[in-house]
């Protein structure tokens, strides 16, 4: 297979990469020279934002591609438009964001989604997504394959969920844990994203396909123990009702990352109905495997994960934490 991925060099992309070329597959990196990428690729460099800047993508034939962008839908709408014919197929990275909220409990791919465009320029993240599926659509139409991701974590990982309980859990002492302690999650080890899109490609697969975990796949109580299992920490978990954390003033999600209290928020993202993707091979491993992984990962680079630049920067301050912990 020749695989052409657009980006490639981070999280993501770099997971899918590096899932090709371990299938032995011809992988072909377009990228902007920001970050290196896997050894074994073809390396081309453009930047699809700028004027010319897919002129790297004017020659060249491949049975897919694989496009992670979440910006403006237009530049998704003019690379399908240029490599269409060239191509035999175009897998666009989605997202489950793309769904009018709230989700309706039990819905999958049938769900109502947002509006948008494939002639959008910069637009809200949802909007983003469903234009850049549109924008697949309108070129590739049954050769679109669109994987609509939820919560991705793992190794690579740039957003700073994962890494920052791992590094929380690694500093020790008392730690605020979000409840309830059973409260299943639901999210997809990117690795996992990798293989299961990888062979949707080999399977000439198309449409939507909502690619994360079955619910209660693991638990909040079991994501926080297994963080402090692998760093090895004294850390102890104080686990604490939502309505105390909410009362002080604490973000769900970017305060405390992957956590949302029992709510229309936690249905929507934690609830999801993934029959589908189960039906056509999807396969979830152990937290502990992912947590595990991305611990060794995070290590290997020193300790600090790479963050995003636009992305905000996750995780709760010490002395919010310590104000929950220890009111006066």
Not at 98 to 120: F, I, K, N, Q, T
Request: glycine share 12%.
């Amino acid at each position: 297979m020749r695989l052409l991925m657009l980006g490639g060099t981070e999280f993501v992309g770099r997971a899918i990469t590096e899932e090709a070329l371990a299938r032995g597959w011809d992988v072909t990196v377009f990228h902007r020279g920001r970050h290196e990428p896997p050894q074994g690729v073809a390396s081309l460099r453009g930047d699809r934002t700028a004027e010319g800047g897919l002129k790297a993508l004017e020659d060249g034939e491949w049975d897919a591609v694989v496009d992670t962008w979440s910006g403006a839908p237009f530049v998704v709408r003019e690379t399908a438009r240029l490599l269409d014919g060239r191509v035999a197929r175009y897998v666009y990275i989605s997202s489950r964001s793309v769904y009018r909220y709230p989700e309706p409990s039990g819905l999958g791919e049938e769900a109502e989604v947002v509006d948008g465009s494939p002639d959008d320029g910069e637009v809200d993240y949802a909007a983003a997504k469903r234009g850049g599926e549109l924008a697949a659509l309108d070129v590739y139409g049954d050769n679109a394959l669109l994987v609509r991701a939820g919560l991705i974590l793992g190794p690579y990982e740039n957003i700073g969920r994962l890494p920052w309980w791992l590094s929380r859990m690694a500093r020790g002492g008392d730690v605020l844990a979000p409840g309830p302690r059973d409260a299943g999650l639901q999210y997809i080890d990117v690795r996992d994203l990798a293989i299961w899109t990888l062979d949707a490609v080999e399977h000439g697969l198309g449409g939507p396909y909502d690619l994360v975990s079955p619910p209660g796949h693991t638990t909040m109580g079991e994501l926080l123990q297994a963080c402090t299992d692998v760093t090895g920490s004294s850390a102890n978990l104080v686990w604490t009702a939502p309505e105390t954390i909410l009362e002080a003033g604490i973000e769900p999600w970017t305060d405390l990352p992957a956590w949302l209290p029992p709510g229309e928020d936690y249905d929507t993202l934690h609830q999801g109905n993934v029959g589908k993707a189960l039906a056509a091979g999807l396969r979830c491993r152990p937290v502990q495997e992912t947590v595990a992984d991305t611990w060794a990962w995070l290590q290997s680079i020193g300790g600090t994960a790479p963050q995003r630049p636009d992305r905000p920067v996750l995780g709760l301050p010490p002395e919010k934490e310590d104000e929950v912990l220890n009111p006066r």
